[in-house]
């Protein structure tokens, strides 16, 4: 079979390569991949690869050879799936608890867009707490993760504030009912939560835009630059804040995954799909990913499924 593995080069970051078709674990179905979503943390992880590293985290497809262990779907059923490495592929073996069946109604394209940015979101939300009625600032959402809070916190009933430096990202997230900055010192808090993404002088920024004894939950680092906190800064500003380290990995992942198709499937979630293209692109895709040059999530198809 055919399989997407890196190259090293910041131009072309991956190449195809003939492999063999991979093994299944008795706890993992065999998936035929129809589509696939690279991550733009996944495009960082290709500038230097560590040996062995198979990329791809977001697949959808069909089982073409259920669990031996008789766990999850069976042959035949289309599903989207979450394993930790070796989507890009065109089989690739998932553990059955990080898979989730999907109805008719939402096709591969929209199914691969949804695992780690939508993952993350809802994972991010339910540490976050109850939001109804209470004042959130998003900081980095240009990306899908930002997309999904946005309008998953609205919904909840949260008044959000979310940064984007991208002015057509920004009327996507208006149109979702957020109120849009394009610079974190320019929201207007104080709030109850903030969001926090790019860390660098943004983290530092937000905190001081807080509610006393509000919650900083801390995901991210776009800017790829460390933070740096003055205690003489913070002096004057908002009292007993807490700030919560979050990372949202930790199978199983299979019942998130289910809420998030559930949400598609209602109507209260819409995958914003910035370009879809043969997975021959998918070096130039990586690389325009990178550089923010395309809005929303990236699918790439293998020429398999609908």
């Given at each position: 079979?055919?399989r997407?593995?890196?190259t090293?080069?910041?131009?072309?970051?991956?190449?195809?390569?003939?492999?063999?078709?991979?093994?299944?674990?008795?706890?993992?179905?065999?998936?035929?991949?129809?589509?696939?979503?690279?991550?733009?943390?996944?495009t960082?992880?290709?500038?230097?690869?560590?040996?062995?590293?198979?990329?791809?985290?977001?697949?959808?497809?069909?089982?073409?050879?259920?669990a031996?262990?008789?766990?999850?779907?069976?042959?035949?059923?289309?599903?989207?799936?979450?394993?930790?490495?070796?989507?890009?592929?065109?089989?690739?073996?998932?553990?059955?608890?990080?898979?989730?069946?999907?109805?008719?109604?939402?096709?591969?394209?929209?199914?691969?867009?949804?695992?780690l940015?939508?993952?993350?979101?809802?994972?991010?939300?339910?540490?976050?707490?109850?939001?109804?009625?209470?004042?959130?600032?998003l900081?980095?959402?240009s990306?899908?993760v930002?997309?999904?809070?946005?309008?998953?916190?609205?919904?909840?009933?949260?008044?959000l504030?979310?940064?984007?430096?991208?002015?057509?990202?920004?009327?996507?997230?208006a149109?979702?009912?957020?109120?849009?900055?394009?610079?974190?010192?320019?929201?207007?808090?104080?709030?109850?939560?903030?969001?926090?993404?790019?860390?660098?002088?943004?983290?530092?920024?937000?905190?001081?835009?807080?509610?006393?004894?509000?919650?900083?939950?801390?995901?991210?680092?776009a800017?790829?630059?460390?933070?740096?906190?003055?205690?003489?800064?913070?002096?004057?500003?908002?009292?007993?804040?807490?700030?919560?380290?979050?990372?949202?990995?930790?199978?199983p992942?299979?019942?998130?995954?289910?809420?998030l198709?559930?949400?598609?499937?209602?109507?209260?979630?819409?995958?914003?799909?910035?370009?879809?293209?043969?997975?021959?692109?998918?070096?130039?895709?990586?690389?325009?990913?990178?550089?923010?040059?395309?809005?929303?999530?990236?699918?790439?198809?293998?020429?398999?499924?609908?």
């Open positions: 079979m055919q997407l593995i890196p090293g080069e910041a131009t072309r970051p991956v190449a195809f390569a003939e492999v063999p078709q991979p093994a299944p674990e008795p706890d993992e179905a065999l998936i035929k991949v129809e589509a696939f979503a690279p991550n733009r943390g996944e960082f992880l290709l500038e230097h690869p560590r040996p062995g590293h198979l990329p791809g985290k977001d697949i959808a497809g069909l089982v073409v050879q259920a031996a262990d008789g766990s999850g779907p069976g042959v035949g059923t289309r599903v989207v799936g979450h394993p930790a490495q070796g989507g890009w592929a065109e089989y690739a073996a998932v553990p059955t608890h990080s898979l989730a069946v999907l109805p008719d109604s939402i096709d591969s394209v929209r199914a691969a867009a949804l695992p940015a939508g993952i993350t979101a809802l994972r991010l939300l339910r540490t976050a707490g109850s939001l109804a009625g209470r004042r959130v600032l900081t980095g959402a990306g899908g930002g997309h999904y809070v946005t309008e998953l916190a609205v919904g909840a009933g949260a008044e504030t979310a940064v984007t430096a991208t002015p057509v990202r920004g009327e996507r997230l149109e979702l009912g957020a109120q849009v900055v394009h610079d974190v010192a320019a929201a207007q808090g104080p709030f109850d939560i903030v969001l926090e993404s790019t860390g660098g002088s943004g983290l530092p920024t937000a905190l001081l835009k807080m509610r006393p004894g509000g919650t900083l939950v801390w995901f991210g680092q800017s790829r630059t460390p933070v740096t906190l003055d205690f003489f800064q913070l002096l004057g500003g908002p009292e007993r804040v807490t700030i919560r380290h979050f990372h949202y990995a930790g199978a992942y299979g019942s998130d995954l289910a809420a198709v559930r949400l598609v499937e209602q109507g209260r979630l819409h995958p914003e799909i910035g370009r879809t293209a043969n997975w021959a692109e998918t070096a130039d895709t990586l690389v325009d990913l990178q550089e923010r040059r395309i809005r929303g999530k990236a699918v790439l198809l293998t020429g398999e499924g609908r």
